[in-house]
């Protein structure tokens, strides 16, 4: 893993997308937004990785979807480590 930006897909009024970028913000850890409902093509991406629901967070490692706080605490020591 690095210090890239993640990948976060995203769609408004999400509840989960909400507490991932709030997550994400609070370990500091950079990251582009993309919204699902104004981006056709990356909804056909998300889809055909097999995610049904957002947000779906790519770039570290494998990715994962809805809000997952252990990936994020993982993310926070890989990225501690490689410092």
Known sequence: M???PLTVYSKAGCVQCTATLRALDAAGIAYRVVDL???????????????????????????WSGFRPDRIDELVKSRARER
Do not use: S, Y
């Not at 981006?39 to 990715?63: I, M, R």
């Open 2 to 4: 690095n210090d890239e």
């Open 37 to 63: 409902a104004g981006d056709p093509v990356a909804l056909e991406h998300v889809k055909e990785a097999g995610f049904l629901q957002a947000p779906v967070v790519e770039g570290a490692g494998d990715p």
